[in-house]
């Protein structure tokens, strides 16, 4: 299925968006009247109300505010949760938390059709990127794939960095399966209308082999990735 807008991002360990990511979302998010935060720790509420409101204030700063926010989690009744969704300008997937998790919430709460069928960007990050992928790979898990959101055929690996040796090798190892796209940090993907924009520094990893994304590798994913 195509959405109208769709961005993937990795982290923001210092919780403000790069002016570059800034300048896109005011081009993009021309209507705010709601956005839904969807968690990744559905049964962490403290946690999940103090992200929710943080992931708000990155928006506001930037002058995006919007009239309403919320979190989607385990205190969400599946009725609202589903109409909040329906109803969402955007709708972010957030990290910090296992992917299956997030995934077995948005089915408990009957979002899953709504997020098909609704009209809203999507976004993620971490976690919530990696499942919006129609394969997902949680290597903190297992390097089993599993089925994610289907919004995007880009399999992402989130907080790559060459000195974290240990992310580097699981990394690598997700690559002898299938291509793998690592994101640094502050990094995104934007998807629009079957065209692909890429925002900081990601690599294409293939056969335990890395390399910085070009300009020929996002043509070749546009073909694939929607």
């Not at 403000?16 to 209507?31: D, G, P, Q, V, W």
């Not at 109409?83 to 089915?107: H, K, P, S, T, W």
């Not at 129609?134 to 919004?151: C, Y």
């Not at 990601?202 to 020929?216: A, N, S």
Request: hydrophobic letters at 35%; one cysteine or more; glycine letters at 6%.
């Amino acid at each position: 299925m195509r959405k109208e807008l769709l961005a993937l991002f990795s982290g923001f360990p210092d919780h403000h968006f790069s002016e570059e990511i800034a300048e896109r979302l005011r081009n993009e998010l021309t209507e705010r009247k709601s956005i839904v935060f969807i968690t990744a720790c559905p049964l962490d509420y403290e946690k999940n109300d103090d992200d929710c409101d943080g992931m708000y204030e990155m928006f506001a700063e930037q002058g995006l505010p919007f009239e309403k926010h919320c979190v989607i989690d385990k205190r969400t009744d599946p009725d609202t949760a589903k109409e909040l969704v329906e109803n969402a300008d955007c709708i972010f997937l957030m990290g910090g938390g296992v992917c299956e998790e997030q995934l077995d919430l948005i089915r408990e709460k009957n979002c899953y059709d709504a997020l098909i069928d609704c009209h809203a960007a999507i976004f993620g990050v971490s976690a919530g990127s990696m499942n919006m992928a129609r394969k997902n790979v949680d290597f903190h898990e297992s390097m089993e794939a599993i089925e994610g959101l289907g919004f995007t055929n880009i399999t992402v690996s989130c907080h790559h960095d060459p000195e974290d040796t240990w992310r580097y090798e699981q990394t690598l190892r997700m690559s002898e399966d299938r291509t793998v796209y690592a994101m640094e940090d502050l990094s995104a993907f934007f998807i629009k209308e079957g065209h692909i924009d890429v925002v900081g520094t990601i690599y294409r990893v293939k056969d335990r082999e890395l390399k910085v994304l070009t300009e020929e590798d996002i043509k070749e994913l546009e073909q694939d990735a929607i």
